[in-house]
């Protein structure tokens, strides 16, 4: 570890010396600035699927083009979450296994389990295309032109299960003139990777657009019951490809993309392993077992679990954020397997739109299916007290959405009518291995029907003060079976699989409605509310299920009303932005994990809580003269549980946070160029802050998952050619090794008396070589 230190205080030095003799650099000719020049380039956006102005649009939104991605070195999704007021996006953890999952909150709702029988609290779509999951939803971001972030429940206008927002992907499409590049990465922890992309006109209206990259990176936890075995790594592929056809008033574009990503799944690491005695209650039911098989009799003690390393307990801690003693196993043959995280993504679309005279017709029409496997352990020791292994958890959708928007009398009414269908079949089947018992294949699945018909209007009083109205009607479905075979039937004590099934229906209307008034054509000031939901969920993970009765364990739908006003301003001829929403919300139904009384054996969702959350968000972009960008984000929180339908611990109480709800949150970034006689040499950094939260939270109010502070910055040092014909740029990454939780599992209390985190990685240094044709 010394080492590691040594090279990256080096690292950081010769970082540091760049940046300085960058900065010192001076223009070769002065340049008379151009008034036009140093205003800040107006963002258009699609979130009310019509095209208009960022400032214009009286939704709390942010958006990010594919330029600012290049100059931050955004990468995945989870990047641009630096740059969002009260997004909290991570990978590589969100309970599970695998590297490739995502826990996405806006405004502090959103999913921390991957589960399959649930369903994301935050929507994200790309091009308009619904993804169900979050396991491989931290998605690599290339050949994008925008990303936009709507926060609160978009219930009117998105496809399903938007309660706590949408972020909505746009990628570049094919366009008619020619147009190429290559672009190459290398770095520190065998850091490397190859993108590239061409568009090219095949005809006069047909136009197409190819895209791939290759990325690998090393790992950064070392697993060290291996040899040579890193996790955390990343080995991911992609590949995108587009055919449009424009013809006069009909515009068609057929689209397939594919994505594989195979490493050693998520860096779980100790953060404790309590010595459970000789536990007499059972309370570490797991770890007390593990102990008691090993027939060492010091392994009954606090002592002997503190230095006996043949024993469960603390003698494993590694006292190494980077460092895990896990071990993996094949369930069926008990072998030591090395960890893996395995993801399959694959979709296609069509998309039509076309002029029908009286508005403009568009068809979505898009299949997607996921495959993925992963290994996942409680244990943090080489005993066997938990490991879960999720062999299959495959995903398959089919959704179909006509929209048709238009304005009327005059152009005083802007106007959408859509219609949507989606079509989910699930499965998670995972091998489970503990102290006491292995159980092959439990096998869960889920079936999801989703219909909507849905409108939304804008009436134009005068060209100052606009009313807007909509509203959503939803008819779902959902249905899931879980089987656990290989248990002993409680009536029979015949071995035989146990079935549970359950069915959930439901009809809904989302209603939304703002009133907008442009005080000035620079400021625009607008209150608004919103509802939305949050599909209900079964609860599978039943280690006796013969004892959870006759039925599959439901929770029922997630609900949010969402009051907010807000404040868009262009200042100073268009030199500066600053925008303001206050919010507040009421969040009924919560769904959350408890031992119900009448079956303490088995773990099932319930909707048991109920929560308000306040707070502001704040936005500002600059830009002073032609060659300095500011930016600043801030987003403040206040979220609380407000009662309980029932408490089942003594831990939890209307004192326990929110999961991933800090107090603050914000971002400061700064893009400096310097002009050349030839070319120019763009400077960078950003500086993200967030307050303290908790990374997981349940009924049993675990506080080994909080995690404190923290502030992490990157910066940048590049040259661009002239007319942008390549460039060369030096990244620096978590440049002062800052080290902070992203993920976290507390059940140090529990049967596993264990708490497990996630970090995130450490500083590294990468060059990218862009050439553009």
Known sequence: M??????KVRALGSTLAIVASALTIPPVQAQQEDKASATLEEIVVTARKRSESLQQTPVAISAMTGVMFETAAVRELSDASRFVPNLSLTKGGAISGSNA???????????????????????????????????????ELAEVERVEVL???????????????????????????????????????????????????????????????????????????YHDVQLGDEDVKAFRGQLRFDYDRVDVTVAA???????????????????????????????????????????????????????????WMTRDRFATNNTFRDVASGRLIEPYSEVENFGASLSVEADVGFGQFKSISAYRKLDSGFTRSLSQTPLVTFENNTSTFDSEQYSQEFQLTGNSFDGRLDWVTGLYYFKEDGIEIDDLITSLFSRLADTFTVKNRSVAALANLTWHFTDRLHLTAGARWTDEKKEGVGKAPNFVDSATGAPTPTYLSSSQKLTEVTPSASLAFNFTPQVLGYVSYSEGFKSGTFSPRLPFPNLAGPSLPTADPEYVSSYEAGLKSALFGGRARFNVALFYMKYDDIQLDFAPPANPANTIVGNIAAAQIKGAEFELQTRLGQNLRLSASLGLMDATYTHFDYLPTPYFS????????????????????????VGAIVLAADWSFMGRQALYSDVAGHPLSMQGAWNSGNVSVGYVAPNDRWRVTLYAENVTDEVHKTSAVDVIRDTFAVAEVVYNRPRELFATVTVNF
């Open 101 to 139: 999952a995502a826990a996405i909150f806006i405004r502090g709702v959103g999913q921390g389990d991957f589960i399959v029988s649930s369903d994301p609290g935050v929507g994200i779509y790309i091009d308009g295309v619904y993804y169900a999951r979050t396991v491989g939803a931290s998605m």
């Open 654 to 677: 209307t004192r326990t946070p929110l999961q991933r709800t800090p107090d603050y949150q914000g971002n400061l970034s700064a893009n400096y160029t310097i002009p050349l006689s």
């Open 257 to 315: 993309d594919y994505t594989k990503q195979d490493d050693h799944g998520a860096p779980w690491v100790a953060e404790q392993i309590r010595a459970p005695g000789p536990d007499p209650t059972f309370n570490y039911l797991f770890a007390s077992f593990a102990n008691l098989f090993t027939g060492d009799p010091s392994c009954q003690t606090v002592a002997g679990q503190t230095t006996n390393p043949t024993c469960f307990g603390p003698v």
């Open 2 to 7: 010394k080492r590691r230190s040594l090279l």
């Open 151 to 225: 926060r609160g429940p978009q219930g009117t206008l998105f496809g399903r299960n938007t309660i706590g927002g949408a972020i909505n992907i746009l990628s570049k499409q094919p366009e008619p003139d020619f147009s190429a590049y290559t672009s190459v990465t290398a770095g520190e922890n065998e850091h490397y990777g190859v993108k590239a992309g061409i568009n090219f006109p095949l005809s006069d209206h047909v136009y197409a657009r190819l895209s791939g990259l290759v990325r690998q990176r090393g790992g950064y936890v070392d697993a060290l019951q």
